[in-house]
């Protein structure tokens, strides 16, 4: 498609020198106005002349290369020449280096991915003009509605830079960067915006500070409790049947030998009682001198109800049921045994049981995992105000984890389980026609890790699955973390958009650039220097890293820390 440039490329007056030397990926240039100690301003726009970080435009016959200056320096002869006498101006001849980016065709205002014709010794260079870079960083969606208004270019404010949802969510999305740096900022305009123009976004906000977006905002508190009647949060229950058998062992954490297949038998003869006989008595399965064949025909008859994901059975009978389960295998006598019945109790196996027992009624009456082992007290569950979510005019379901704790895993195992429902959702085609976008706070918490110990060990594996498989199925996923370094590279490698903060961390830079096509060392060496709010957007759909700054979000999330100022006073 055919755009017209706003301004020509070679505007006389945004000249700052010409080129001395090209390479395949970078020239030199002579910065004549380089030495200034202000840059000039022309029609309202600044002209920087020559400084670190400024776009340039060098000419060409149809085609212009756009390249931004990543060091300037003086020749070693003029070096002192950089000190001018009292109202003097240096005579001294600077040189820049040019990073080589995109180019762009003048009669189209096409953007072509690499470098197909290089410059040519003693072609002029210009300052980019700020529309231009916006021109190029928006592409063919230049002038459509429906765009993110997501951020301006850096060195004009004036300047936005607009992205469409399909560049944004279409290959997931990545925001990176220190404690600090507006990743928060970020996350928060990205989740508004999307709202503003009829997207879908699941928000899960391990620490509540995304609690001031409010505007066709759904807001849900995982566990919890009410300070009273008239307090308007809405706590939600994960019910535990929900839960995977890893996921229940690696809470509970049984020992290898006894516990570990007496718990597995008991879940599934719960979950059998819960299908005869539902929540009425008998409550448990008596094993002890009943009649094997008895149980293994109810087993046959419904063993598909019981198998089934999400299968309901009693949690507050596991402990007795375990009892239950520590039985011998046979009755009759030694000499004369009953294959055909279970013997009487094992004294000695419920004796190898006891800690076990202890230990699942402690984690299961514990007041701060109520809304795992305890729903009935809350008024909903979460999978069922994600399906009324989906089918409301709501723009984004907020779930907020700030009270739910770090004890036995829970945080990071609830966390994955709702990874694992909104992918087992997506692959039956809930969101075919309503495509969703998941943003997973503080990822690094919840991803690469292995959780229980060495015997009941579960990989957080779902929200690694969601950035493999999840977008054929119309759900997407936004991964916000102030550690790349603890993002697996196969999930690195399935991410299509980075904004990315200040980063400090030597690793963490290795990391982006190494997941980032186009971020090479030069544009890489940016990342510790950035301001607060200012970020390097990359991605498979940008020709270029561009820096930008984050339009203030409507509401920004608190994420500041205590006001020191206000409460320490002498």
């Known amino acids: 498609m055919n755009r017209r440039l706003s301004t020509s490329p070679f505007d006389p007056s945004r000249y700052v020198g010409s080129v001395s030397y090209v390479s395949p990926d970078a020239a030199k240039i002579n910065l004549p106005l380089a030495a200034s100690v ?34 300037v320096r003086l020749p070693d002869n003029e070096r002192l020449e950089a000190e001018p006498a009292l109202g003097g101006r240096p005579d001294s001849h600077p040189i820049g280096f040019v990073q ?109 500070e995304f609690h001031t977006c409010t505007d066709r905002v759904r807001a849900i508190h995982l566990g919890g409790e009410r300070d009273g009647d008239d307090d308007p949060r809405q706590f939600v229950a994960f019910p535990y049947w929900q839960l995977t058998e890893p996921d229940l062992f690696a809470i509970f954490q049984p020992s290898p030998g006894a516990q570990v297949p007496k718990l597995r038998e008991a879940l599934r003869s719960l979950k059998l009682n819960y299908v005869l006989h539902g929540e009425n008595e008998p409550r448990t399965v008596k094993k002890a001198g009943t009649v094997r064949r008895d149980f293994n ?27 239950e389960e520590c039985v011998s295998e046979n009755g009759g006598t030694l000499r004369e045994p009953d294959y055909t019945v279970w013997g009487g109790y094992d004294e000695r196996t419920k004796g190898y049981c006891e800690t076990l027992v202890a230990k699942i009624y402690s984690i299961t009456r514990s007041r701060s995992l109520r809304c795992l082992f305890h729903p009935e007290l809350f008024g909903s569950s979460l999978t069922e105000n994600i399906d009324e979510f989906l089918g409301s005019t709501d723009r984004v379901l907020r779930i907020s984890m700030e009270f739910l704790p770090f004890d036995h895993n829970a945080r990071e195992l609830l966390a994955n389980a709702i990874g694992r429902h909104l992918l087992g959702m997506a692959r039956q085609g809930s969101f075919a026609e309503m495509p969703v976008v998941v943003v997973l706070d503080e990822a690094h918490q919840f991803l690469n890790k292995n959780m229980g110990d060495e015997n009941n060990r579960i990989r957080l594996d779902a929200f690694g699955l969601v950035a493999k498989e999840g977008r054929k199925y119309g759900l997407t996923t936004i991964l916000a973390t102030q550690r790349p370094r603890d993002v697996p590279e196969d999930v690195l490698s399935q991410l299509g958009v980075f904004i990315v903060h200040r980063l400090i961390n030597e690793r963490d830079r290795d990391v982006v650039e190494k997941a980032c096509g186009n971020l090479d060392g030069s544009a890489a060496a940016f990342l510790p220097t950035l301001g607060q709010g200012e970020a390097i957007l990359v991605g498979v759909d940008f020709p270029m890293p561009t820096p930008v700054r984050i339009t203030r979000p409507q509401h920004p999330p608190k994420s500041e820390g205590p006001a020191y100022h206000r409460f320490w006073t002498v």
Not at 126 to 137: R, Y
């Open 38 to 71: 202000s840059a000039r301003q022309y029609s309202g726009y600044a002209v920087l002349g020559g400084q670190v970080g400024e776009f340039v435009f060098i000419e060409g016959e149809g085609l212009t290369v756009l390249g931004r200056i990543t060091e």
């Open 100 to 208: 080589l980016l995109t180019t762009l065709e003048l009669s189209t205002g096409k953007v072509i991915s690499g470098i197909p014709v290089h410059p040519r010794i003693g072609q002029q260079v210009f300052s980019a003009h700020p529309l231009l870079v916006k021109h190029i960083v928006e592409g063919d969606n230049a002038g459509f509605d429906g765009l993110i208004e997501l951020a301006t270019i850096a060195q004009e404010s004036s300047t936005r830079v607009n992205v469409s949802p399909a560049h944004m969510f279409g290959r997931h999305c990545a925001v990176l960067g220190a404690t600090g740096g507006g990743k928060s900022w970020t996350v928060a305009r990205i989740v508004q915006e999307a709202a503003r123009i009829g997207g879908k976004i699941i928000l899960i906000d391990p620490t509540g």
């Open 297 to 323: 025909v109810a087993w046959a008859q419904h063993e598909s109800a019981v198998e089934a994901e999400g299968a309901k059975y009693l949690i507050s009978q596991l402990g007795r049921q375990i009892f």
